[in-house]
């Protein structure tokens, strides 16, 4: 079936770095590519979304990057904060009703 | 606190006992659902509703699990006869009407974490 898959299990970033999470997607149907960050003991929060046909969205310090061609998507968090310790995990939604798919999920160290 | 209100946040139950969960969404969102998520892994869909009616449920909810969504506002996530493997944290999420598309921005709760003895 379609799945949502991601390189690193865990990044390790020093604070004011730049962070870049890497994602692989199968399923070329996605009408819609997602980010959700989980914090620790919480749900996932939604960060930011792309249209699949689009290849680049801004938010703010976010930036979300899709590569149709090679079925990739990346987050780039700039100035990578202590508060961005987190799950960090790509979704998709082919479906008519915002069904969301989620992969596995990078962890994100930010060291201080 | 207006978001998705999830209760109870903890269970710890014997296998083989009944379990309910509830979730209360964002007032004004008309779409519910029920993911589950373990240890290390991302949510799976379970089920979805619009307003009260049921209109996908996933493989993975077997016939042990059953939720509902009465009067189309909070929703119960039932699951009989727990077994170890029911062990997760239960995640619910909910999105307002749209007219266009569906863009896969979900509100979820802080999740109802079961564990399953």
């Known amino acids: 079936g379609e799945s949502v898959g991601l390189h690193l299990p865990t990044l390790s970033v020093q604070e004011g770095d730049n962070s870049i999470i890497n994602c692989a997607y199968s399923n070329s149907a996605s009408d819609y590519f997602i980010w959700y960050k989980q914090e620790s003991g919480k749900g996932p929060q939604f960060i930011i979304d792309?249209?699949?046909?689009?290849d680049k969205r801004q938010g703010q310090r976010v930036t979300v990057l899709l590569n149709k061609t090679v079925k990739h998507l990346s987050l780039q968090i700039a100035a990578t904060q202590p508060g961005d310790s987190a799950v960090y995990f790509c979704a998709e939604n082919s479906g008519g009703y915002q069904k969301v798919t989620f992969g596995t999920g990078t962890k994100l160290q930010v060291i201080p | 606190d207006t978001g998705v209100s999830q209760d109870p946040r903890h269970k710890i139950t014997k296998r083989g006992q009944n379990v309910t969960f509830r979730c209360d969404p964002i007032?004004?969102?008309?779409?519910l659902y029920w993911y589950r998520q373990t240890l290390g892994q991302g949510p799976e869909f379970l089920t979805y509703f619009q307003n009260e009616a049921q209109l996908e449920k996933s493989r993975l909810l077997s016939n042990r699990f059953s939720a509902e969504r009465p009067k189309g506002s909070f929703s119960t996530l039932e699951i009989q006869r727990t077994e170890q493997g029911d062990s997760a944290m239960y995640l619910c999420?909910?999105?307002?009407?749209?007219?266009?598309?569906?863009?896969?921005?979900?509100?979820f709760g802080e999740g109802s974490r079961l564990t399953v003895l």
């Open positions: 007032s004004e969102h008309n779409r």
């Open positions: 999420a909910s999105s307002p009407p749209r007219r266009g598309e569906h863009t896969g921005e979900l509100f």
């Open positions: 792309i249209r699949s046909n689009m």
